[in-house]
């Protein structure tokens, strides 16, 4: 099993920044995938951003060009960089860690508001 801890959430105007962290309870290096999930009010959970063991991502087209996701193996961290927050990124954000047919873990999320 692995456990995941995001932090990092927050209030934060339109136009500004946050940084989410996502601590795991063990080694990362061989998991397939490190996501970030976010979940709004009323919507379903959507694929934010992923990251794989060989360091390749993809994002949200929601995000793309705003937000970087970005894991260190040697901290055992999954990192979301978000800049240029919209109101309609306020969510609750979830990081993930899945492996095809081993491993599809779930943190407790991290609420971030954005206000205009």
């Known amino acids: 099993q692995v456990q995941l801890v995001e932090s990092g959430g927050g209030l934060v105007q339109a136009g500004g920044s946050l940084r989410l962290s996502c601590a795991a309870s063990?080694?990362?290096?061989?998991?397939?995938?490190m996501r970030w999930y976010r979940q709004a009010p009323g919507k379903l959970r959507e694929l934010v951003a992923a990251?794989?063991?060989?360091?390749?991502?993809n994002y949200a087209d929601s995000v793309k060009g705003r937000f970087t996701i970005s894991r260190d193996n040697a901290k055992n961290m999954v990192y979301l960089q978000m800049n240029s927050l919209k109101p309609e990124d306020t969510a609750v954000y979830y990081c993930?860690?899945?492996?095809?047919?081993?491993?599809?873990?779930w943190g407790q999320g991290t609420q971030v508001t954005v206000s205009s």
């Open positions: 063990r080694s990362i290096v061989s998991i397939t995938a």
């Open positions: 990251v794989t063991s060989g360091g390749n991502t």
């Open positions: 993930n860690a899945f492996t095809p047919a081993v491993w599809n873990f």
